[in-house]
């Protein structure tokens, strides 16, 4: 009875699929550490079980949440249901159920991403523009030219992702390498996505410039700075000290004779903010104003937030920009990100800034979103 039940389900679920046209392609199930807080018996499901099994009143305030979790339950049993049949004589039979398993195995991996997502409180700046700055470190001019590379990766993953970009600041080496330089990028939860950037990216490979073939290390620093909307800050003007002077560099005539570049110091915090990019003393004093103000919100909120996150491995703000986050080994073709310990081998299409950087993205957000349900559990069981 309950074989001729499960094909007529198997048959019933495909032809329904055939008729609605293809599949859409669906999200990934996320890392092995949320599959682990999933598992029976994990702590994950335990709390799940225990919102299906309270009274209305609880039920009530998490209904969403509630239906998820016996949508999921009801789902994994079909699953474990149909995988029987893949031990039946019947060929065709076999193969309508290996069809009915993939069908459940990624509506499940959905089920789950939408119970994260319900669980998992946004961060207030999670829908927020931000200010993307890097600066070379250790390593001379190697250190500058691995700047240039990493800079443009960024832009060009923005463009992957339909994002604005556009440069604030730009100060190239000699050899065309990259000291210091700032964009502001904008759109859908940019913030979100880069917000786990921030920190010391090490490079190791043999420079252009060495005649020996010694493989090299160099360092460069990244900083994500969320801009704030006029309601998440606001600034005093009598708190603002700004003066001007003739901008330094290569730049002609110009750098001598024009007042042209911008220092703002925010008098209460110390905080200071330059621009000498542009030939204009109002569009460096914008520049300079917009780098101010992300500077002092990202300050705000690292006070907030530097006890609840406190033993997280990964960091956003002052204590992520300061630890190495990442290593670029091209002798070894492989990206290293030392937070969740995954590599990836293929280096050339990495620093394209596409899928690949994007899959490296969603490994740290789907961690984070990790420590996060552990945090929730732990104060809720």
């Known amino acids: 009875m309950m074989r001729t039940r499960l094909l007529w389900n198997v048959a019933r679920c495909l032809w329904t699929r055939r008729a ?46 509630v239906a998820a979790a016996r949508l999921l339950s009801d789902k994994e049993q079909e699953l474990r249901e149909t995988e029987r049949l893949l031990q039946d004589e019947n060929e065709d039979l076999r193969k309508l159920a290996e069809n009915e398993i993939t069908s459940c195995q990624k509506e499940i991996a959905q089920l789950k991403h939408q119970i994260i997502l319900l669980l998992v409180p946004s961060e207030e700046t999670d829908e927020n523009d931000l200010i993307l700055e890097v600066t070379a470190g250790v390593g001379g001019q190697e250190a500058m030219l691995f700047t240039a590379e990493m800079f443009d990766m960024y832009q060009q993953y923005a463009a992957f992702k339909r994002w604005h970009f556009e440069i604030l600041e730009y100060f190239p080496s000699e050899i065309g390498g990259l000291r210091h330089a700032s964009a502001s990028i904008g759109g859908s939860e940019t913030y979100k996505h880069m917000k786990f950037e921030g920190g010391v990216h090490r490079v190791q490979r043999v420079p252009k410039t060495e005649k020996q073939g010694r493989i090299h290390t160099s360092t460069m620093t990244v900083a994500i700075l969320p801009q704030p909307t006029e309601i998440n800050l606001v600034i005093n003007p009598k708190d603002l000290r700004i003066d001007t002077k003739r901008a330094s560099g290569a730049g002609g005539q110009h750098v001598n004779t024009t007042d042209s570049a911008v220092r703002i110091v925010h008098l209460p915090t110390g905080v200071v903010s330059e621009c000498q990019q542009e030939r204009s003393q109002l569009k460096n004093r914008e520049t300079a104003m917009k780098k101010l103000r992300a500077k002092l919100y990202s300050m705000h909120l690292e006070e907030e937030t530097s006890k609840r996150y406190s033993a997280r491995k990964i960091q956003i703000g002052t204590k992520g920009r300061s630890e190495k986050i990442r290593t670029y080994n091209f002798p070894q073709n492989r990206v290293t990100d030392h937070r969740i310990n995954k590599s990836l081998y293929d280096l050339e299409t990495f620093m394209q800034g596409e899928y690949l950087l994007d899959e490296l993205v969603q490994s740290l957000k789907d961690y984070a979103n990790y420590e996060s349900l552990v945090e929730i559990i732990s104060r809720k069981l």
Do not use: D, I, W
């Open 20 to 65: 609605l046209g293809p599949a859409r392609r669906h999200r990934s199930g996320g890392s092995p550490q949320l599959e682990e807080l999933f598992a029976r018996g994990g702590p994950l499901r335990t709390y799940l079980e225990r919102q299906a099994g309270s009274g209305p009143h609880v039920r009530a305030r998490g209904s969403e949440l």
